[in-house]
């Protein structure tokens, strides 16, 4: 429980130290944390977009993770594991979904340490209605496959280590191409792109992605 | 502070007296270095003052820990995100450098109003002493090295401030152009004397760090020396342990062992200095020390206790053999009322667990001094907590457990009670999987899965496997050690390649199947059947071989 609620004091700290920065005069302490320079939100900025689907720039996620409802973790004890933390994520509700139908949640949950792809409900947006259909169908088959071909088990790859490789082995067997260029991760042979990286939850680093892989077949 | 860079400055403008009436003493930067300093000499001698005794608190500590106490939570996720496991550190490093913020700014505001500067000071030192006397158990001498803190910083203050005046670079009067200018000379002997109190600074906050660390408990944890049990248990039985590689073992070594708890720094209490109160709604309320503690009974249990955060097959949960007096004997010498339902166990920190007072006497709830065997370690509890079976860690489980108090339920809400949890949290039956591991690759043929189940108080009697959908069949389990412990369980399964899902569940000791619902933690503990997804053999993407 002192994880968390450290953390908060740390965070109530440095918001004071900026505040007793900002009334010294010194200006070079304007917060823009953003962690992707992404490009001006697609949508219209004032009205925030009621459908998560909707929400597909770095910008805009960001800021919908971080407006999210403040669930458990509000009193946790404990940092939450990588599937119970997606739960609260507002603009991963398909995956989650997807997650529950494929009966993944405790396996996510009980691994010591995962990399995870994570497509935002604006990438399943982008897939074809047939294809999720399908998966969503066959629960440990299909959509199992696919949601795997997402998962990276036994080590927590940040961005950093990604730009240093060109592929990893997924949880199914299959391999998962990795390119960088710059700041800008593709995955999956192009098929995705990392939009939010870094995303540390207690067991998982997570990457937000802007589309549903496929596995190879 | 904006001003610095305008004091390191190229050749100085042509002579003005003016300037030097307009500016009530030396310059801004000065004047925040003078602050920054007085700060520094503050905390250090705060930190000194509190090596002379273990009743004193580092003002650093005091406010560090407060400042948890009452931070919003708006901002957390932040700090999670951006400190990870160095939260701790990053607080203390963030108190020291909000302070440092504080001080140059107060040194600053200190240059035209000395007293608003110092009054600053005072504040900040009542602050830190207010935070000192808030802990539990806190007497009038926890705050003292705060107010030290406060006396030296506005006398380095005052000092250093008084040497700023002329240190600001301006041209000397007309008439004695061509020497060296008075700003010079003194500005020079400025920060001389702050090079000064900052070396004092930083050997009086080592030295209170090191004089402080005697107060540390691990000498007094290694002089005590456990009497035996009246009736020791027998060995755990071999066949407790089912004997399959990867299962977490029945016994979980001390440091192995969980620790979740609201302490920032484990708590150092000597055994010598320890006492318990028993108090409340009871006719004779005592007090006892360690050593009457251990002069009493002893008892052993083998109990398994579990965190109410920890998720489906998380490893919040561990098993050990503790000594300890039962709370029973005590609260019976202290004679609780009837209407009391309540008992409340307060560690040394302020941390309250609370659970029913009949748990007390219904089950080995334990006031505990040993844990395996040996004094409890400092990170679970030195010198004794509460051991409760049955109940979530955070309601029956207090570690540096100083006072027992008998109360109601509706007199008094225990720490999480108002953060959202529970106030009965009795500990719902869980299955775990331990091996295969998750996403584990298994070769095809004989794997064997294994894992724990528990149902503390009602133990375990059946454990169930189902794989990829078939009906639940019982598997074989390791022997019953008692009702408070968890039990280890085994199956061998003949595994065809490809990928299968593993689901287990529990029937506890009165005959009820472990619940398929699934809930999280918050409020009251997860509840669920455990569910694995497994690899056996190769990529089941692998075509199929085309000859």
């Known amino acids: ?217 | 502070m904006s001003s610095a860079t305008t004091t390191p400055a190229p050749p100085p403008p042509p002579p003005t007296v003016e300037l030097r009436h307009s500016t009530g003493g030396g310059g801004v930067a000065a004047a925040a270095l003078a602050g920054l300093v007085a700060a520094g000499l503050a905390l250090g001698a705060g930190e000194l003052v509190a090596g002379i005794d273990a009743r004193m608190a580092s003002p650093v500590e005091a406010v560090a820990r407060e400042v948890i106490d009452r931070a919003p939570s708006s901002v957390e996720r932040f700090a999670i995100e951006t400190f990870g496991t160095n939260d701790k550190l990053a607080l203390v490093v963030g108190t020291l450098a909000l302070a440092a913020v504080l001080g140059a700014v107060l040194g600053v505001v200190a240059r035209r109003r000395r007293r608003i500067g110092a009054a600053g000071f005072a504040a900040f030192a009542v602050l830190g002493a207010l935070a000192a006397l808030s802990a539990a158990n806190a007497t009038a001498l926890a705050a003292v090295p705060s107010l030290a803190a406060g006396v030296a910083g506005v006398a380095a203050l005052g000092l250093l401030l008084d040497r700023t005046r002329g240190t600001r670079r301006v041209s000397p009067p007309p008439g004695a152009a061509g020497t060296a200018g008075p700003g010079t000379g003194s500005r020079r002997a400025f920060l001389g004397v702050a090079a000064g109190v900052a070396a004092a600074a930083a050997l009086a906050g080592a030295g209170g760090r090191a004089l402080r660390s005697r107060f540390s408990a691990a000498e007094s944890r290694a002089a005590v020396v456990l009497p035996r049990a009246a009736r020791p248990l027998p060995a755990v039985p071999a066949a407790a342990e089912v004997g399959v590689p990867g299962i977490a073992p029945f016994v979980t070594p001390n440091r192995d062992f969980y620790r979740i708890d609201t302490a920032l720094i484990v708590p150092q209490v000597r055994a010598e200095d320890w006492t318990l109160r028993v108090t409340g709604m009871v006719d004779r309320p005592f007090e006892l020390s360690f050593a009457e503690l251990l002069d009493r009974d002893l008892v052993e249990a083998d109990i398994t206790l579990t965190c109410v955060s920890n998720p489906i097959g998380g490893d919040l949960v561990g098993n050990a053999r503790w000594l300890g007096v039962p709370a029973a004997e005590l609260l019976d010498r202290a004679r609780p009322s009837r209407r009391a339902d309540q008992l409340v166990g307060r560690s040394v920190d302020g941390y309250t667990c609370g659970f029913p007072l009949a748990a007390a006497f219904d089950r080995p709830c334990l006031v505990a001094v040993g844990m395996n065997g040996e004094p409890l370690p400092l990170r679970h509890g030195f010198p004794a907590r509460l051991v409760t079976p049955g109940v979530y860690g955070y309601v029956g489980s207090t570690k540096w457990l100083t006072e027992l108090e008998v109360t109601t339920f509706d007199a008094f809400d225990q720490y999480w009670v108002p953060r959202g949890y529970a106030e009965q949290a009795p500990i719902k039956t869980m299955t775990r999987i331990d091996t295969p591991r998750s996403f584990e690759r298994v070769p095809a043929g004989r794997v064997v899965v294994g894992g724990v189940a528990w149902a503390q108080t009602r133990g375990i009697e059946q454990v169930e496997i189902s794989i990829d959908g078939d009906p639940f069949r019982a598997l074989e389990l390791g022997a019953a050690v008692s009702d408070d412990t968890w039990r280890q369980w085994r199956h061998e399964w003949d595994a065809a390649p490809g990928r299968h899902t593993i689901v287990v569940r529990a029937t506890d000791g009165t005959g009820e199947l472990q619940t398929e619902d699934r809930s999280e933690p918050l409020p009251d503990g997860a509840s669920g059947w455990m569910s694995l997804v497994v690899q056996v053999g190769d990529s089941d993407t692998t075509p199929p071989p085309t000859t």
């Open chain 1, 1 to 217: 429980m002192i994880r968390s609620r450290t953390a908060r004091g740390v965070a109530a700290l440095f918001a004071l130290a900026l505040l007793g920065a900002a009334c010294s005069g010194d200006d070079d302490s304007a917060s823009t944390d953003s962690p992707a320079a992404g490009a001006p939100a697609a949508g219209s900025p004032d009205a925030a977009p009621a459908d998560s689907a909707e929400i597909c720039d770095a910008d805009g996620l960001v800021a919908a993770v971080e407006g999210g409802p403040d669930e458990g973790t509000l009193a946790g004890m404990t940092d939450d594991p990588v599937a119970t933390a997606a739960s609260s994520n507002p603009v991963l509700t398909t995956l989650v979904t997807a997650v529950g139908e494929a009966g993944l949640v405790d396996t996510l949950n009980a691994a010591p340490a995962l990399t995870v792809f994570a497509p935002t409900d604006c990438a399943f947006a982008a897939l074809d209605p047939a294809t999720l259909d399908a998966a969503l169908a066959d629960p440990t088959g299909l959509l199992t496959q696919v949601l795997g071909f997402h998962v990276v088990a036994g080590q927590e790859l940040s961005s950093a280590d990604l730009a240093g490789l060109t592929e990893v082995e997924t949880f199914t067997g299959a391999t998962l191409p990795v390119a960088a260029n710059g700041d800008m991760i593709t995955v999956g042979g192009g098929q995705a792109e990392v939009v939010v990286p870094d995303i540390q939850t207690a067991n998982a680093t997570v990457h937000l992605i802007d589309g549903v892989m496929l596995p190879p077949s």
